[in-house]
């Protein structure tokens, strides 16, 4: 599967970006996907996570309530919105998957992912 993710910018703290990716080729609805980001000189950290069926959504304790991963099966595309942005949360957020045909599993950790996208830059101004 080849991953595009798109939408970063420029945001004032306090702002929102909605990021997408698109994802193409054989079966492309069946992997689980996340949003993965890597800030300079830090190592790379799962922000959201979700299930094929999408059902099923992770967060970690930095972005819950604050970022919503979501997708369109039908158009292979998964979203990152991502509202009350801070500066901290400046980074290069890269799209990954794995396929799994359990409707309802999802992968936290980002060496759990077998293919990724390019990462699109996200900075957050304070």
């Known amino acids: 599967v080849q991953l595009q993710a798109s939408g970063g910018g420029l945001v004032q703290a306090g702002g929102s970006l909605r990021l997408s990716c698109a994802a193409s080729?054989?079966?492309?609805?069946?992997?689980?996907m996340g949003w993965v980001r890597q800030a300079p000189g830090k190592e790379r950290e799962s922000v959201a996570a979700?299930?094929?069926?999408?059902?099923?959504?992770y967060y970690p304790d930095s972005v819950k309530g604050r970022f919503t991963i979501s997708r369109d099966n039908a158009k292979n595309t998964v979203y990152l919105q991502m509202n009350s942005l801070k500066p901290e949360d400046t980074a290069v957020y890269y799209c990954?998957?794995?396929?799994?045909?359990?409707?309802?599993?999802?992968?936290?950790?980002?060496?759990?992912?077998?293919?990724w996208g390019q990462g699109t830059l996200v900075t957050v101004s304070s």
């Open positions: 990954a998957a794995r396929q799994d045909y359990m409707p309802s599993y999802y992968y936290t950790e980002p060496y759990e992912y077998d293919y």
């Open positions: 080729g054989s079966a492309a609805s069946t992997y689980a």
């Open positions: 979700i299930s094929w069926s999408g059902a099923n959504t």
